[in-house]
């Protein structure tokens, strides 16, 4: 898929992205493929796709109350989400969705894996593993369900010493924030290291300096992004946020020794109030386009911020540039094709 420059889509506040195709807008743009921005919510456990392409969004309204964590598999033309709260505590797939084309379609759920986790707060996916960071405990946990056709199972749980949040998978290498910090974890050949229930401890771990408390990350290019939600609560919790761009990522990170400092001279950092950047969740990086879209839970009640030129614009407290409110925001999956 051939997609241009990042480009914002006007009144209705969604993003959009031009690119060739003998498909037609009738605005004279023409497009082609898929560029779809996947958004799951606290506030009723409903996804949100927005369509980058072409403009518009349509909600899918599922059987979870609460929802943190989301991946899209063309396989099976649907998404997986971590389903939280009381009642709901495992993974849900709905399958078949772009049968749907109505502005709000009302889900019925096609596979529920089993009951295991209790504070899911990112989903990552590398082949038939799906792994779920929870940080019920103080010490973090790795839910690793193993996909089988049309059924999940829960093939071990890997506890680790730090709490939890962000988790991304880089070829077989799984990085995690490390939660109340702002330090970056890795572990090596993560599902065939970790096959049974066990404490273990991260293959390497830094400090990613200039960040007061990471959370979300997402790796694309050999461009890793962090963002940092500062304080969680006060007087400016709501405008304290940033992003960090970290280009030649693995160079970067294998540069530094375990328990040394990656120097914020290596990196790019957004802030300011201009950003809209207050606490920012969850984040995922499109090298095609250089595009940052951010799951924002704090500032103007949840929203979605899209920037563009990340890697070359030089940071600083720069506008997004396009916004979408969604209440409640937790996590975002980008889906291109």
């Given amino acids: 898929m051939n997609i241009s420059k990042f480009l914002f889509a006007g009144a209705l506040g969604l993003f959009t992205l ?14 082609v493929g898929t560029a779809d921005l996947y958004a799951t919510s606290h506030a009723d456990g409903n ?21 943190e964590g989301i991946y899209y598999s063309p396989d099976d033309d649907g998404f997986t989400i971590a389903a939280r709260g009381a009642t709901q505590t495992s993974l849900q797939s709905y399958f078949g969705i772009s049968d749907f084309i109505e502005a709000t379609v009302d ?5 529920t894996g089993p009951s295991a986790l209790q504070s899911p707060r990112d989903l990552a996916v590398n082949g038939n593993i799906y792994v779920v960071s929870d940080n019920a405990n103080d010490d973090g946990r790795f839910f690793v369900f193993e996909k089988d056709g049309d059924s999940f199972e829960l093939r071990n749980t890997v506890t680790v010493e730090f709490a939890v949040w962000g988790i991304e998978f880089v070829g077989d290498d799984l990085y995690a924030v490390v939660d109340s910090s702002s330090d970056l974890a890795v572990f090596t050949d993560f599902a065939s290291s970790n096959m049974t229930d066990a404490t273990v401890a991260a293959s390497k771990r830094i400090t990613v300096e200039g960040i007061v ?10 461009t890793m992004i962090m963002t ?53 969740v969850n984040v995922v990086y499109d090298a095609d386009t ?24 030089g940071g600083g407290n720069v506008a997004p540039s396009s916004a979408a409110s969604l209440a409640g925001v937790s996590s975002l999956y980008l889906y291109k094709d």
């Fill in 18 to 31: 031009a690119s060739c195709s003998d498909d037609d807008d009738n605005t004279g743009t023409v497009i």
């Fill in 47 to 67: 996804v949100t796709k927005y369509d980058l392409l072409r403009g518009g969004s349509t909600v899918y309204t599922t059987a979870a109350t609460d929802a």
């Fill in 107 to 111: 889900l019925n759920v096609d596979v």
């Fill in 213 to 222: 408390r990471t959370h979300g990350l997402d790796f694309d290019g050999d």
């Fill in 228 to 280: 940092d939600i500062a304080a969680a609560s006060g007087g400016d919790f709501d405008t304290d946020g940033a992003f960090h761009v970290i280009s030649d990522f693995e160079s970067k990170f294998d540069a530094v020794e375990n328990g040394g400092t990656l120097s914020v001279t290596n990196q790019i950092r957004y802030e300011g109030s201009a950003t809209l950047l207050g606490n920012p």
């Fill in 290 to 313: 250089d595009a940052v879209y951010v799951a924002e839970l704090a500032n103007g009640g949840g929203q979605v911020l899209a920037y563009g030129n990340v890697s070359t614009a």
